[in-house]
Nanobody, 116 residues
Framework: QVQLVESGGGLVQPGGSLRLSCAAS????????MGWYRQAPGKERELVAA???????RYADSVKGRSTISRDNTKNTVSLQMNSLKPEDTAVYYC??????????WGKGTLVTVSS
């Protein structure tokens, strides 16, 4: 049974930082591309950051320079460090595992609220 379990969401003030983590089980983690997506109220789900099985990364323009995605293949985890958070970063953040554009798994999401 595949599970992606996100953690680390919460309420943070503008300018603050959060580290989201996703623990994966039931997959051969090291061969999967991993990503973080988010969905704000009334908006479509969008890619925030992704990391390939080889460690290459890409970021949405809206978070570039403020966020870092990383993975630990020994612990089957992927993390997203987010700094200088803005109210527009408020969303539910989802962990994604993708293999060869054929297989897609999603976590249930963790809520990030940026507000004073």
């Amino acid at each position: 049974q595949v599970q992606l379990v996100e953690s680390g969401g919460g309420l943070v003030q503008p300018g603050g930082s959060l580290r989201l983590s996703c623990a994966a089980s039931g997959i051969s983690f090291s061969i999967y591309a991993m990503g973080w997506y988010r969905q704000a109220p009334g908006k479509e789900r969008e890619l925030v950051a992704a990391i390939t099985s080889g460690g290459s990364t890409r970021y949405a323009d809206s978070v570039k320079g403020r966020s870092t995605i990383s993975r630990d293949n020994t612990k089957n985890t992927v993390s997203l460090q987010m700094n200088s958070l803005k109210p527009e970063d408020t969303a539910v953040y989802y962990c994604n595992a993708r293999w060869s554009s054929i297989i897609d798994y999603w976590g249930k999401g963790t809520l990030v609220t940026v507000s004073s």
